[in-house]
């Protein structure tokens, strides 16, 4: 036993700890023995002192042992260890005049004991008892040597007690057992310390391994004095060490890794105001000064304190020396350290001074990121290796942070949001609900936090079902109206509620749409069309639960409702019921017979699972709208076959809102026409953006190739319309919609004409004629000319019928989209009377008018595109466009030449005015802003002026200018104040302005040489700006096709997708990957016996696996549906079946409302067709071809 100090007061017995050198095989056996010795514990014939191994005996209540008896202990022991190594041999005495004796002796037993050894080399029992016998030997030789010696020079009394002290001893190394209570000396010179090794060892080389546990002591210090020093290191086999020294030292062992992780130094001189933490000043040396050399420095690279010590008249300084050696050789970690943990106590500093600020909350939690990167600013130097970066232990120190800043911040949603975003990562997603219900009931009134709840639970696979998310959704939309009511007197109305809510409403329809129940979102519409605008005044002033309750008898009485036939409204039916109900009429006869619906099942020979997805997109296309009872052929509900196609009040009346903002009002008849597939100017709210992309046709370029300046750019792309549910590969299988859905928005548009009146009437006739030329334009690409023949017949006879209404004789835009739908049709002359026509009536405007700017900048871009080459163009009858726009007289139609003065004229009546205009802007006059396409329009005329008559540099010069001047910073006085003046608008001018930029750009590459790089620059400096913008990506995804080297664009998509939160980046740098993939295999495949030098495909795969990778994990693209379809297109399309099945399942993770993504999962795996419909009745998603049908139909 020894007794080892531990910390506190020495006097105290308990600060010490009595250490056992027992081996553990020894341990082990007294353990098991205990029991049966405990005899000798009963016979008191075991010693107080032995409290070890006893029952009831501790260290503290041991009597052998006193104060005293420790401190002297402990001091003895500190000395000894600090004694140096050759000057502590092995001591058997007390006195000193013995070490020679000792050591002679220790020489003589070494030296028999080799003799011994040489003699009973072949008998290994005799060595064992030789070992046993030497070691007792050798403490009798020590033993005779210590009586002779204190025998001799015994003449006092101290002498005497060290003589009987070392017999005692002697005893100790002969039986083994000596109590500490028979010894009667001082504690200190009782216990010594033998730092030599056992004299036994050099004889047989090793300790025998039953006697010790197999283990290397590292450092000189005694077990348990230091222990810092202390380290222990398990034996292991050679061959193990072996491969150990073999390894080579990669660039991701930890050191390396901590290194890379780590930023240089920054160095700079002592003048540069810095951090002296965070920067090592250099001395500033002058190089200048001529007196600088000298014989010792003829160069004048030498400090002075360097030329004094060369000099010999001085010495450097030996203080200071090792400290800039430690400061210059030091690891970039440490410098690190000092900048984490300034930014820790700045971190800290800020949300202890204002607990109210949320912002410094949050970035202190966004902070731990970099924390985490870099090393510990509080580990030791030891600790900084072995500390694992994990992200528990991130997510963990967020999560502290947070709570703590909900402690002070009680009522903030931005922190629980925060805190529950975190959660997701701990928790089981039942918990994680009940969390989002308990700050749900907290915050009923707050619309941002209802939508992420939404979100959330519509992306929960284990509990998804259409069911529980669309009552969900009523159920929001519910407790917002009794807010919006006032009826929740505990929570007030915050700001954007009323907006928040349609949004709301237009997630839930897109939502329906998805999931297949294509008729409960079109009713949907239809009952909120009709609850807002046909209205009866008698129930304006009831609450919004109220005015749902008048409602429902309407809706069940089986009128017809917006986009039916016959369709009166909500109001006039109320009146009617007051005066004693409906007279029935006639049903009108129709001359046309109804066309008889095609087979279904075209070819029974395709395989079973084809046939299915043949019918289901067919159903899909034809059903969408909800089925009703036909009074005139004495139908009831139980005649539907399929009773899904029937919608009840129930599903649609919890989601009924009230909306008095006129703007929100046009908002939702815009978002309906756009659900039915109707191009309109309107664009979906960002929160359901990306949800609600499903579709392929985003990086379709709608004759942009062919024709780069009049290309039809829609408005909102990647969404399928109802009625559409489009393959990855087969794209849309018909254009439009089929004749009962045509004559359903044909009725819409007509009920919708008399709410309208003036400009949003004219807008609205406008998206007719563009649904029109939309389906012109889907027949161009398809090159379908018996079906563009037909459909131009129909979109002719709608565009006259149009223009002879009143209200739209004299409306421009109506003219221009007529004109260009005869010029789509092929039809030049005709367009062009169109135009003449429209420009002759259009009055003495000229550039002050934004419609007739429009107009003629149409007109003049068709033309150009006429032409093969710039020459000659300065006569051309582009420039007679553009010219007799600048003159205040009516329009003339060209003759065949234009006059050089009228030129000259034109270009300074087009300077004047765009100088004049953006003056007025500049000054911020309401009036003058109020529409920016007269100035998107003015600066198109201009430009494309200017290329005609002197070249694309002048063209590009103005586009150059007026950026400038759009991108110039508001000045102060008008940053503050209340009113907007239309400053909102100046950045969708200055987009509008880049894309004619550009496709300007485009097409003068088309018709000569032109270097790619202006166009480049311009598209980057535009998608830095606008990365959202579908338009310029697609052309810069089109020019990346001439570019030989990928790189640039892959630095700039990378910087893009780090700089925004829009999934438009990802998708197109997915794109052009694919398309550059796509190339090298056409290039490497190709049957010629020609050798092509290309870039291998090496990586291309992996590369795009990695952009999938990495936008899926993004925060919009984790909920994309289109995003996870193309992931899964080009796993399938490289033949990696399994891994394809794998993602197919991580994407229902995500969006398990999608039913297209099981629809490619159907064509990807055929042989699961019976699981993947087992899995869309689960969830409840609409199923119109159940197997038992199919089979019935194959049957037939």
Not at 94 to 100: K, N, V
Not at 333 to 358: F, Y
Not at 826 to 845: H, M, P
């Amino acid at each position: 036993m020894a007794a080892i100090y531990k910390k506190g007061q020495k006097k105290d017995p308990g600060n010490y700890r009595p250490a056992s050198l027992t081996s553990v095989p020894g341990k082990i056996f007294l353990t098991d023995n205990l029991a049966t010795m405990s005899h000798t514990q009963d016979s008191k014939a075991v010693k107080p002192s032995q409290c070890g191994f006893m029952e009831e005996l501790d260290w503290l209540s041991n009597p052998s042992f006193s104060t005293e008896d420790a401190l002297l202990l402990h001091q003895r022991t500190t000395e000894v260890a600090n004694l140096p190594p050759e000057k502590s041999p092995l001591i058997r005495t007390t006195s000193r005049s013995g070490e020679s004796d000792t050591d002679e002796s220790l020489k003589q037993s070494s030296t028999k004991r080799k003799k011994k050894k040489k003699k009973h080399h072949h008998y290994k029992k005799t060595k064992k008892k030789n070992k046993g016998d030497s070691s007792s030997s050798e403490s009798d030789l020590d033993t005779k040597h210590i009586k002779d010696k204190a025998t001799r020079s015994g003449k006092n009394n101290e002498k005497e007690a060290a003589a009987n002290l070392d017999k005692k001893t002697s005893n100790l190394s002969s039986n083994r057992f000596v109590w500490l209570d028979d010894i009667q000396a001082f504690t200190a010179e009782t216990f010594r310390i033998d730092k030599k090794p056992d004299p036994a060892n050099w004889a047989y080389k090793s300790l025998y391994r039953g006697d010790i546990a197999r283990y290397k002591r590292r450092g000189e210090s005694c077990l348990g004095i230091d222990a810092k020093k202390q380290c222990i290191t398990w034996d292991s086999s050679a061959s193990k060490r072996k491969q150990l020294q073999r390894q080579p030292e990669r660039y991701f062992t930890k050191n390396n890794v901590k290194m890379l992780n780590t930023d240089g130094i920054s160095v700079v001189n002592k003048s540069s105001p810095s951090d002296p933490i965070a920067f090592i000043p250099v001395s500033q040396m002058e190089t200048d000064d001529s007196s600088n050399t000298t014989e010792v420095n003829p160069l004048g690279i030498y400090d002075p304190s360097t030329t004094v010590w060369l000099e010999g008249k001085g010495c450097k300084s030996t203080d200071h020396e090792p400290v800039n050696t430690q400061q210059t050789n030091q690891e970039p970690g440490i410098n690190m350290n000092s900048i984490l943990m300034t930014k820790v106590e700045e971190h800290n500093k800020k949300v202890r001074e204002n607990p109210r600020d949320i912002n410094a909350w949050m970035e202190f939690v966004s902070f731990q990121d970099e924390l985490m990167r870099g090393p510990s600013p509080y580990a030791s130097k030891g600790e900084q290796e072995v500390r694992r970066k994990s992200l528990k232990l991130i997510l963990e120190k967020k999560l502290a942070i947070l709570e703590r800043a909900i402690e002070s911040n009680p009522s903030n949603v931005d922190l629980k949001l925060a805190r529950l975003k975190l959660c997701t990562e701990f928790w089981e997603p039942p918990a994680v609900i009940k969390e989002w219900q308990k700050l749900i009931f907290l915050h009923p009134n707050n619309p941002e936090l209802w939508k992420k709840y939404l979100l959330f639970c519509q992306s929960q696979f284990t509990t998804f079902s259409v069911s529980k998310i669309n009552s969900l959704y009523g159920k929001c939309l519910t407790t917002l109206a009794a807010v919006q009511d006032g009826s929740m007197v505990s929570h007030p109305l915050l700001p954007g509620t009323e907006e928040a809510m349609l949004a709301i409403f237009i997630q839930q329809c897109h939502f329906l749409r998805q999931a297949g129940h294509s008729e409960k979102a079109v009713s949907l519409f239809q009952a909120l069309v009709d609850f807002t605008f046909f209205k009866p005044d008698s129930v304006k002033d009831l609450p919004t639960r109220g005015q749902v309750e008048f409602f429902e008898p309407f809706w069940d009485s089986g009128e017809p409702r917006i986009g039916e036939k016959g369709a009166r409204g909500w109001k006039a039916w109320m009146h009617q019921q007051e005066k004693g109900g409906w007279i029935a009429l006639k049903a009108d006869d129709d001359d046309d017979e109804e066309i008889d619906e095609d087979q279904e099942i075209k070819d029974k020979t395709l395989p079973r699972w084809h046939i299915w997805l043949d019918i289901e997109y067919s159903r899909e296309a034809r059903h969408w709208l909800p089925w009703r009872p036909d009074k005139t052929k004495k139908e009831t509900e139980e005649d539907c076959e399929d009773p899904e196609r029937q919608v009840l009040f129930d599903d649609l009346g919890p989601s009924l809102i009230r909306l008095s903002n006129p703007g929100l009002q046009h908002q939702l008849l815009y978002s309906f026409l756009q659900f039915l597939g109707v191009p309109c100017a309107s664009k979906l709210f960002p929160s359901n953006l990306y949800i609600a992309m499903d579709e392929n046709n985003i990086f379709d370029s709608v004759l942009s190739d062919e024709k780069p300046l009049t290309a039809v750019h829609f408005p909102l792309s990647g969404f399928n319309s109802i009625g559409h549910m489009d393959t990855m590969q087969g794209g849309r299988h018909h254009i439009g919609h089929y004749k009962e859905g045509e004559e359903f928005i044909q009725n819409v548009f007509h009920v919708l004409f008399p709410l309208l009146s003036g400009k949003e009437k004219s807008d609205l006739s406008s998206c007719w004629l563009q649904y029109e030329i939309s389906k012109i334009v889907q027949c161009l690409q398809t090159k379908n000319k018996k079906k563009l023949k037909a459909q131009g017949r129909k979109s002719k006879k709608l565009a006259k019928n149009l223009l002879k209404a009143p209200d739209n004789r004299n409306h421009l835009s109506l003219w221009k989209l007529y004109a260009y739908l005869e010029w789509l049709l092929g039809n030049i002359d005709d367009a062009r009377k169109v135009f003449d026509t429209a420009l002759s009536t259009a009055g003495t405007g000229g550039l002050k008018s934004p419609l007739l700017c429009s107009l003629s900048l149409l007109y003049a871009q068709l033309e150009v595109e006429l032409l093969e080459s710039l020459e000659g163009a300065v006569t051309s009858r582009a420039v007679h466009i553009l010219t007799k726009l600048t003159e205040s007289g009516t329009y003339v139609p060209y003759s065949g030449q234009v006059l050089s003065v009228n030129v000259l004229k034109a270009r300074k009546t087009y300077e004047h005015a765009l100088q004049d205009y953006l003056s007025k802007t500049l000054v911020y006059d309401q009036d003058q802003i109020s529409d920016t396409n007269q100035l998107v329009n003015l600066v198109g005329c201009y430009a494309l002026f200017q290329y005609l008559t002197v070249g694309i540099d002048a063209a590009v010069l103005i586009y150059a200018q007026i950026s400038g001047k759009l991108e110039a910073p508001v000045p102060q006085k008008f940053e503050n104040t209340g009113e907007n003046f239309g400053i909102q608008n100046f950045p969708t001018a200055l987009e509008a302005v880049t894309l004619l930029h550009t496709n300007l750009l485009r097409f003068h590459m088309k018709i000569s040489v032109y270097p790619l790089n202006p166009l480049r620059e311009a598209l980057t400096e535009a998608l830095k700006r606008y990365p959202s913008n579908q338009s310029l990506w697609r052309s810069y995804i089109h020019i990346q096709r001439k570019s030989h080297s990928a790189s640039k664009a892959r630095r700039f998509f990378d910087g893009v997708t780090r700089s925004t939160n829009s999934l438009e980046p990802w998708l197109f740098a997915i794109q052009a990957e694919q398309m550059r993939k796509k190339l090298t295999d056409s290039v490497q495949r190709a049957g010629i016996g020609e050798i092509h030098s290309t870039i291998p495909e090496t990586g291309l795969t992996n590369r795009i696996v990695a952009l999938f990778e990495h936008a899926v994990q993004s925060e919009n693209g984790t909920h994309c549906p289109l995003l996870w379809r193309m992931y899964l297109n080009f796993l399938a399309s490289l033949g990696k079946k399994e891994k394809s099945k794998g993602l197919f399942y991580k994407a229902l993770q995500n969006c398990p409302w999608a039913k297209v993504l099981y629809m490619d999962a159907v064509e990807y795996f055929p042989d699961d067709l019976q699981e993947t419909l087992d899995l869309m009745t689960e969830k409840e998603l609409r199923v119109r071809v159940p197997l038992e049908e199919l089979d019935l139909l194959l049957e037939v």
